[in-house]
């Protein structure tokens, strides 16, 4: 068992996480691609797009933005091969997709975000980035698969519209990583457990108790009013300052 607390150093941020770490996010996102295929009964072209776009999409937007060294699913031997086969062999054989049900898709929806938050904040800390940058793309790639997901369907991105917490967790999950490494010099591996812990545990949460992120929200007449009060107030007081 590894130790929980090390000693926080350039050398031992600079560490990435195990490799099993990216391959497994990989193939839980295409889980996930290839469960929206089989609901919409696309042929085997959209059950291997569709993991390919959850199982990559969102490093492929992480890599792009970071602009720091090589794009991951194009450097890694195993990556495109690992999601492929996720799509080819949940087309061949839907039936363990359709026994699964509705709840294997949510959870591997927000494992995968998870995953995904874990591994990007995690390079981004790795090449030295701020933490506001570590944050943004544990978010992107957190959400980057399923946003282009969702666009590929020509849907409005769930991310955009109120849900029960989706992005919301993955920056949860990124900041709670960030903070046991950075701040807490927790050894990795148990700062990769926390930072599941955390967005996941948010998200059950979330759906237990359907809270759910705002929508037309409109902050103005709560502070237009006061502030025409506090007008009228000064306007009688110059008036009654007047008469005396």
Known sequence: MPEIFS?????????????WVDL?????????GVMVARARHLDAVGFIGLALICGLGGGLIRDVMMQVGSVYMLDSPFAIPLSAATGILAFL?????????????????????????LVGCDKALVNGFYPASCMLMGIMTGV??????????????????????????????????????????????WGAALCLVVTIGLRRWSLRYNVQTPADVDLGPRVAAPVKRAARYVRVSRWRSRKR
């Open 7 to 19: 000693a926080i150093n350039p050398e031992y941020v600079a560490v990435s996480l195990p490799t």
């Open 24 to 32: 497994a996010s990989v193939v839980v996102g295409s889980m996930g």
């Open 93 to 117: 054989f839907p039936q363990l997709l359709d026994r699964a049900g509705g709840s294997l898709l949510e959870w591997l929806d927000i494992f995968a975000v998870a995953l995904f938050a």
């Open 144 to 189: 980057g698969g399923g946003m282009l997901r969702d666009v590929f369907l020509g849907e409005v991105p769930r991310i955009f519209k109120r849900s029960n917490l989706y992005a919301v967790c993955a920056f949860a999950g990124s900041f709670a990583y960030w903070c046991a490494v950075v701040l807490g010099s927790v050894n990795k591996l």
